[in-house]
């Protein structure tokens, strides 16, 4: 089969669903989009079912539309701050958004259960159909921050028979087993991603005893506090304040971990072991509640990765731990986010959808839609969207941290830019600054402090970066 579109777009996750959402708004162009998967939604469609966003729903999906309903949760570990979308919820909204907003517009063609194999081929999974595409504007590549998930991840270490190992995603299901074998009631969760911390919070408020939870730990993280993330102006000091107080923070930090050390006393940034000295950040966020939950589990080891899983036993980088063998092992080795090679994001007769504003992925996506639509000339269109390399180590948050902060003075530049970000639902600072009463005097000084944080900052980012790569490279030589 043959067919014509102006944009192509690969992968309809979430990056691909918040750029065609603003071409669709702004512009007059016909979309295409493939995935392989049989619904739009990427990696949601296959996470493990209790799986809920980080941030609030308030600022995550597509600009057009809300994802829920900006209520607070009154109960659980995310008490008193504003809700989160479950799995279920996201892919929800992802299929209504295809089936009620962009297939009835007429200007979209959906592929899904197809690969697309390049050169504007799109190939059936289920028939082998082949449909080429000619592309009129451009080929958007959405798959770009695709995340390594639990369902389609291998594991690095070996598993002998009979061992239980387990992704995840079985743990609901662990309920089934009652009528055959005995459901497990010893625990051991492998990773310390956020993956991990949500397995355990689920074992924890499912009635698993913390004594029965073993925790491989192979590197600790510091962790974003849920607190200083959430919209709407209540928390306006937490938020906006917060990030006046982070930014001063970046400004007078001595070194890398220094930096942590203030950020942690602000309350902006936690641990869960402050014993230990966290060498890994990937903006994973978390309430202070679920850090007191997973205080809880103490029998966590930390003798670096699995090598291998034996009947009896655990093999260790650094050691071997005697088993139970009844033992179910929750398998969180998966990376999820993880750094990319990254590139110029309009290249020509492509796009590739990268990271803009850490960690705002959908943000980076509708902004990138709105420039290819608005943005002038290829050199401009790169100029206000340089891609944030995503941290490796520590040092990583410094020019992560740069990067973001150069773009958005780029975006604060453009007038008819600036106006769009006014109104874009998914930069929630932002529409909190918009939406101030400017004769709220004690706020006003809040943005003055922003701003002066803010430079004072941009002064510092470099030899943050500089001292933290140096500290790595002596940790690691
Ligand atoms: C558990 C978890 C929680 C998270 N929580 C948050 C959060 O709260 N806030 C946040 O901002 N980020 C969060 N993230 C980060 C997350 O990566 C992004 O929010 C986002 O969902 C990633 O979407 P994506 O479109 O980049 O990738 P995906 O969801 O993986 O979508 C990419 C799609 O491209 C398709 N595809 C790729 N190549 C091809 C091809 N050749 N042919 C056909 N189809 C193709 C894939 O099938 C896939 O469906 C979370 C990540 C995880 C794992």
Known sequence: MQTET????????????????????????????????????????????????????????????????????????????????????????????????????????????????????????LSGAQTDVTVRRKTVDASHFAPDIPATHTPGFAVAPGVRRVPPNALPQLWLQLAGRTVPQKFCILGAGKTAMDAAVWLLRNGASPTSIQWVVPRDSWLQNRLHTQPGLEFFNDSIGGEADKLAAFGEAESIDDLFLRLEALGQMLRIDPAQKPTMFHYATISTGEVELLRTITQVIRKGRVLALERDAMVLEQGRIDMDPDTLYVDCTASAVQARQNSPVFQGEKIVVQLLRAPLVVLSASLTAYVEVHGGDEARKNL??????????????????????????????????????????????????????????????????LRTNGAAAMANFDRLSETGQAATATQSA
């Open 6 to 125: 102006d944009y192509l777009i690969i992968g309809s996750g979430a990056v691909g669903m918040a750029f065609a959402d603003t071409l669709l708004d702004e512009s007059d162009a016909h979309i295409t989009i493939v995935d392989r998967r049989s619904a739009p939604g990427g990696h949601w469609l296959d996470a493990y079912p209790f799986v809920s966003l980080h941030q609030p729903s308030a600022y995550y999906g597509v600009n057009s539309t809300e994802l829920g309903s900006r209520r607070k949760d009154d109960s659980g570990p995310n008490s008193g701050l504003y809700e989160m979308a479950s799995g279920p919820e996201i892919n929800t909204y992802y299929s209504k958004l295809m089936h009620q907003r962009f297939l009835p517009s007429g200007r979209v063609s959906y592929f899904p259960m197809s690969n697309y194999t390049g050169e504007g081929r799109i190939v059936s999974l």
């Open 384 to 449: 206000l969207c340089e891609p944030v390399p995503f941290p490796k180590d520590l040092a990583g948050y410094a020019l992560a941290s740069k990067v973001s902060m150069m773009n958005s003075f780029q975006w604060s530049q453009d007038k008819q830019l600036r106006q769009w970000m006014r109104s874009c639902r998914l930069d929630a600072f932002g529409k909190m600054v918009a939406e101030l009463d400017r004769t709220d005097a004690q706020k006003q000084e809040i943005l003055v402090r």
